[in-house]
Nanobody, 123 residues
């Protein structure tokens, strides 16, 4: 069992930056594939970026060059970050952190999910 919790959302204006954080703990946490997903009202949940313990990462085309995913192990907790730059109104969504031992890349099939953190970008 892995516990996942996000933080760092907020309301910003077009062009601003935000950094989301996710804390994951539990048995085997450091080996998990971790990812950021988002869901806007009326839309399906979509993958934003994923990271593996081997140093692999992948990004949705819509965020490449603007978002950066990173991870860090500190005192039995895995921290996953999403640095979001040049935010646009279309980035407005609830952002979720997810974890699984299987790599589903950007597909929202991960087993463990946080409750989400809201990001709102106004023009």
């Amino acid at each position: 069992q892995v516990q996942v919790a996000e933080s760092g959302g907020g309301s910003v204006q077009t062009g601003d930056s935000l950094r989301l954080s996710c804390a994951a703990s539990g048995y085997g946490y450091s080996s998990y594939y971790m990812g950021w997903f988002r869901q806007a009202p009326g839309k399906e949940r979509e993958g934003v970026a994923i990271s593996s313990s081997f140093g692999e990462s992948a990004y949705a085309e819509s965020v490449k060059g603007r978002f950066t995913i990173s991870r860090d192990n500190v005192k039995n907790t895995l921290y996953l970050y999403l640095q979001m730059n040049s935010l646009q109104p279309e980035d407005t969504a609830m952002y979720y952190c997810a974890a699984d031992l299987t790599n589903y890349w950007l597909l929202p099939r991960y087993k463990y999910w946080g409750k989400g953190t809201q990001v709102t970008v106004s023009s």
